[in-house]
């Protein structure tokens, strides 16, 4: 449109020179022409659309909906409204985490709580959602920004701190626990890990341990080609400290897993992809449909998608992780009754109604759920299949961590060793 | 900026590495010494003679711990009061570090290093992070930010490669002098030679400052 007028204030220029009449005409016609454009313009500036009350199920061009509400009559989801009662926090709103908002934002989610403590830069841009104009602004300002124009409908807060410092943990923790501004749910049903660092992970971990609050982590990699997302359920499966660090487990010398240099690489596709999968699993979750994955990995170089199953350590070094664990198990006979009651009432539901009336060739199906169950639950606690081995022995007995016995060598008061290492500085 | 924080494997839950045997307070105190020491593989002999004079730490405690924080706190005064008295004694004193606060949660002095006999000063903060001492301080050097891309925002220096393995190896026992001694110290010897030599980092008595300024920095590169 700039680029118009110019050319238009030039040929103006020209005509006040040159005495053609035909010229005149020429301009008005010119004119007349930007300026439908324009009013177009002005009037998608305008379109934002007002909030939304109740979802609804019409397939008309103006309904946000109207696509998401189908889910149920294909039968995916029972009640997909239920969206709107649910609040997620997500830390960390980078290539991952800012994709994983708007996702959460088009289906409609009740309310995003947003963390993180950057601004937008130009060397955002090799990814989505962020744009060359809103470099300089805070990360969550940015995304507040965009994502209040998708949707109105959905409540978004924004928190722009460092987590891992002790302030801004308080009020991390203060903000998960909050009641939202409208709703009567207390807290957030879900926390969305979307952060770049294993020091922000620690926190994030420490943080759901403590609120025994169900979380998802996500990650890429630093060469971008592959990442992974994995449910953490505090005291049901591995927090992020039950498993030490690779260069702690192994002892591999960690040139081998870093390249030279600070920057690492990223990719908006990778990016997008872990982003799918995070929110994908987040709605199985949420909405209860599918199966929620423990872990699902991405190797994009080779498109290998493996998952598996982390029971939590019962040495792990996070204490609130350790109760949350014994709290599980104590909660166990509970869970055992509710889960018979399920099958049980599967089973007589099957029952009802045969699923093949004639039976031509005598075909019997042998039940071996109950020995298949007990042997592999049995077995798994301490046993291995054949032909495989523990890489690192097992502990007999759980080591009680030694009791500080410094108390007696640190004789002096904290005062005390300010007041030496204030004589130390100033000598 | 994008960070790696993937090194992370998941593993059964009984595979929990601990140090099993060592029966005696002091012979255990040993072994970790020792241990500290043999996952050093690949440093300046100097460098590991001095982290040996720097005593261990023993609380696993973070700054929301309470009075488990308090003695941590003061294993860690311990370790810096060494640590400086080494340096001192060993003509290589080359930082100033005390709490900015009575939690002992924030940490702000000065470092500098010496190069081509002139010496570059630069402000030292950091904070100590909530999931220490599992997560070792970020220590930031807030003049340099911008300069080097050695830097994570806001002048966190990068620890990465050098230097978070090791404190992972060896949690809870290194602390804020081990973070100085084997994080910050081996950073300014390779960066502050390349940012003097780009130009990047300029001496004060080349930025035109005052005179009485410029003396107190002579006297002090003499000393």
């Known amino acids: 449109m700039e680029e118009e007028l110019r050319a238009l204030l030039r040929d103006l220029d020209a005509l006040k020179q040159s005495a053609d009449p035909t010229a005149i005409d020429r301009m008005r016609e010119r004119v007349a022409g930007m300026v439908s454009p324009a009013a177009a313009a002005a009037a998608a500036v305008g379109a934002a659309r007002s909030k939304i009350k109740d979802m609804s199920a019409e397939v008309v061009d103006s309904n946000p909906y109207s696509r998401l509400m189908a889910l149920q009559r294909m039968g995916i989801v029972d009640n997909y409204e239920r969206i709107r009662d649910y609040s997620v926090a997500i830390v960390g709103i980078g290539g991952v985490g800012s994709v994983a908002a708007e996702m959460l934002t088009r289906c409609g989610i009740g309310r995003l709580l947003l963390y993180d403590y950057d601004t937008v830069e130009l060397a955002n841009m090799n990814r989505l959602f962020f744009r060359p104009d809103q470099v300089g602004m805070t990360k969550t300002d940015a995304a507040v920004q965009t994502l209040s124009g998708i949707n109105p409908d959905v409540v978004l807060e924004s928190y722009s701190l460092n987590i891992t410092t002790v302030k801004g943990f308080e009020t991390f923790l203060g903000s998960l626990k909050a009641k939202s501004a409208h709703g009567c749910n207390t807290g957030v049903d879900l926390v969305l890990s979307c952060v770049d660092n294993y020091e922000a992970r620690m926190v994030v971990n420490q943080a759901c341990n403590e609120l025994g609050q169900t979380w998802m982590e996500s990650g890429v990699s630093e060469d971008a080609v592959s990442g992974h997302i994995q449910l953490l359920v505090p005291g049901e499966t591995a927090c992020f400290a039950c498993a030490p660090p690779l260069v702690v487990a192994s002892g591999v010398d960690e040139r081998t897993l870093k390249r030279e240099g600070v920057c690492a690489a990223s990719l908006p596709t990778t990016m997008g992809v872990v982003a799918g999968l995070l929110i994908q699993n987040a709605l199985k979750y949420l909405l209860k449909f599918g199966q929620v994955s423990p872990y699902l990995g991405y190797n994009s170089l080779k498109d290998y998608f493996p998952t598996m199953e982390m029971k939590p350590n019962p040495q792990c070094s996070n204490p609130a992780c350790v109760q949350r664990q014994k709290e599980y198990m104590q909660s166990k006979p509970a869970r055992d009754a509710a889960a018979k009651a399920k099958m049980e009432a599967e089973a007589s539901a099957a029952d009802e109604c045969p699923v093949h009336v004639d039976n031509e060739w005598n075909i019997s199906v042998l039940d071996d759920s109950d020995t298949a169950t007990s042997s592999i639950l049995s077995t798994a606690a301490d046993s291995l299949p054949e032909g495989l081995v523990r890489e690192l022995p097992t502990a007999d007995s759980y080591q009680e961590p030694i009791a500080p016995v410094t108390s007696g060598a640190i004789d002096d008061d904290l005062e005390e060793l300010q007041r030496q290492l204030d004589a130390l500085n100033s000598s | ?223």
């Open chain 2, 1 to 223: 900026m994008p960070r790696a924080g993937e090194n992370h494997i998941p593993i059964a839950g009984n595979t929990k590495v601990e140090e099993h045997g060592a029966k005696g307070e002091g012979r255990r105190a040993a072994a970790a010494a020792a241990a500290a020491i043999r996952s050093m593989e690949g440093w300046d002999r100097g460098t590991k003679s001095v982290v040996g004079e720097i005593p261990l730490l023993s609380t696993r405690a973070g700054p929301r711990d309470g009075d488990a924080w308090r003695q941590r706190l003061k294993e860690e005064y311990r370790a810096l009061i060494s640590y400086t008295s080494v340096n001192k004694s060993k003509d290589n004193d080359w930082f100033r570090i005390s709490a900015a606060n009575p939690e002992g949660t924030r940490w702000e002095g000065t470092c500098w290093y010496v190069h081509n006999l002139r010496r570059y000063e630069f402000p030292l903060q950091f904070d100590i992070p909530v999931a220490y001492p599992q997560v070792a301080p970020e220590i930031e050097l807030p003049t340099l930010d911008g300069k080097t891309h050695k830097m994570y925002r806001g002048g966190k220096i990068c620890l990465t490669v050098h230097f978070k393995p090791l404190w992972a190896k060896n949690c809870p026992r290194f602390g804020i002098a081990h973070a100085l001694c084997l994080g910050l110290a081996p950073w300014l010897a390779a960066e502050v030679p390349i940012l003097v030599d780009s130009g990047m980092v300029k001496h004060k008595d080349d930025e035109g400052a005052p005179a009485e300024a410029a003396a107190a920095s002579g006297s002090a590169a003499a000393s």
